[in-house]
Nanobody
């Protein structure tokens, strides 16, 4: 079992920055981790993924968001710069034994709300 706890969400003005954190506990050696988000009325969508290094970003966040991992702290990060109102969503951390991360074959955190005002 893997437990994931996200933090760092909040309210930010457009153009601002936030850093999300996801602390993993339990079976902490799990090779694939990533961030997803779900906006109101929309399906959950992929944001970024990590396998020993950043491997993929959604086109909508490339150049603005950076995924990183501190193995010593079992923590995954998502640095979000130049935030836009369309980035408003609940952000979820995910962990999986395979890539791409599939909803039914991954561990999920409870989510953290990010709201960007214009």
């Amino acid at each position: 079992q893997v437990q994931l706890v996200e933090s760092g969400g909040g309210l930010m003005q457009a153009g601002g920055s936030l850093r999300l954190s996801c602390v993993a506990s339990g079976r902490t050696f799990i090779p694939v981790m990533g961030w997803f988000r779900q906006a109101p009325g929309k399906e959950r969508e992929f944001v970024a993924a990590w396998i020993t290094a950043p491997i993929s970003y959604a086109d909508s966040v490339k150049g603005r968001f950076t995924i990183a991992k501190d193995n010593a702290k079992n923590t995954l990060y998502l640095q979000m710069n130049n935030l836009r109102p369309e980035d408003t969503a609940v952000y979820y951390c995910a962990a999986s034994n395979s890539y791409p991360i599939r909803a039914g074959a991954a561990y999920w955190g409870q989510g953290t709300q990010v709201t960007v005002s214009s």
